[in-house]
């Protein structure tokens, strides 16, 4: 004896996903059959949407209901600066803190050849293309500080020489409110490096 | 700007599952993008279904996809002893088990006076009507060893007293595999309480 058909079905869908186990899947199933009726409503099509409805603004390749993203629509916002960032979720991150008001551009990953990922293989050539056509000033390469985020970024910046664009990358350095103490000496290395004067 | 509607909707689903923040939330939805159709399909399916073809069996109180569960359907079980648990998943451990072959019965809930849980908003009833009417034998009292599971056991045996009934609980003790110098008192005590002779 086991848990009935439909539940056992929604634990295993449950563990498909990242960081779920076998106990929290079973705990998560149990507590959706407590969920309202209006909420597994919302949930179902969401569900059902969610494979139909969402695709890849054909400009940047962020995520959007539409084929123009609402960003790359925006006529305030200033388009001659693009934000290269991995995945579509750091664009709703670099949104969130509300200060950037140029445009995006969605890799889909980050050059990686011990795991064999080449630069044909994420949106590269699309960026490259819309630099050319566009009239962009400015790059900032917004990716993490790993060897695979320096390895696309200097790629990226090696692709635009001889063009009449600056490219950037964000500061890496010493996180607010964090303890100096505990901080590895690389990012203290990069945090002397990229030193700004204040007077 | 924001994430898709879609996405958002699937967010703040997510976020009404225990122990899911929003960080926890907006990961699962990004993953749950990248899930394959068919996956999606019995996902969106087991939503669809639970709450219509999910009841709870009319004798034990478990949940079961029929008015009576296959448990209590199973003819070769003993139906002359009752295991009390608190709620369905605990059923289910025990089924894991395996060496349980009687009946269960799911209270769905524990007496808490400071909770204002009184006897009646849990299965209770219904379990002394059962016991009344089947020919039982003994009833196991296998609820987690808190006040509110003393209370309710103690609770159960009152109501049981003068009938031809068999009241039992599961014992407290030492987890197997676990170092008796990292116990607590109270277990300890338990321990000792519930000592079984060797030989």
């Given at each position: 004896m086991?848990y009935?058909?439909t539940i056992?079905n929604l634990?295993?869908?449950?563990?498909?996903?990242p960081?779920?186990?076998?106990?929290?899947?079973?705990?998560?199933?149990?507590?959706?059959?407590?969920?309202?009726?209006?909420?597994?409503?919302i949930?179902?099509?969401?569900?059902?949407?969610?494979?139909?409805?969402?695709k890849?603004?054909?400009i940047c390749?962020?995520l959007?209901?539409?084929?123009i993203?609402?960003?790359?629509?925006?006529?305030?916002?200033?388009?001659?600066?693009?934000?290269?960032?991995?995945e579509?979720?750091?664009?709703?991150?670099?949104?969130k803190?509300?200060?950037?008001?140029g445009?995006?551009?969605?890799?889909?990953g980050?050059?990686s050849?011990l795991?064999?990922?080449?630069?044909?293989?994420?949106k590269?050539?699309l960026?490259?293309?819309?630099?050319?056509?566009?009239?962009?000033?400015?790059?900032?390469?917004?990716?993490?500080?790993?060897?695979?985020g320096?390895t696309?970024?200097?790629y990226?910046s090696?692709?635009?020489e001889?063009?009449?664009?600056?490219v950037s990358?964000?500061?890496s350095?010493?996180?607010?409110?964090?303890?100096?103490?505990?901080?590895?000496?690389?990012?203290?290395?990069?945090?002397?490096?990229d030193r700004?004067?204040?007077?």
């Open positions: 086991n009935p058909t056992k634990i295993e869908c449950y563990k498909k996903l960081g779920i186990g076998e106990k929290t899947a079973e705990r998560l199933a149990l507590a959706t059959l407590n969920m309202d009726d209006e909420i597994i409503n949930y179902t099509k969401s569900l059902k949407d969610i494979k139909t409805k969402i890849r603004c054909s390749n962020n959007s209901e539409q084929d993203c609402p960003i790359c629509k925006d006529k305030t916002r200033d388009s001659s600066i693009i934000c290269v960032v991995e579509p979720k750091n664009v709703f991150l670099f949104e803190v509300g200060t950037y008001q445009k995006y551009h969605v890799l889909d980050l050059i050849p795991e064999g990922i080449n630069p044909e293989d994420i590269i050539d960026l490259l293309e819309r630099i050319k056509k566009e009239n962009i000033k400015e790059v900032i390469i917004a990716v993490k500080p790993s060897i695979e320096q696309t970024g200097l990226i090696k692709k635009l001889g063009l009449d664009v600056i990358k964000i500061a350095g010493i996180p607010i409110g964090a303890d100096i103490d505990y901080i590895d000496a690389l990012t203290l290395e990069m945090a002397l490096e700004t004067t204040i007077s």
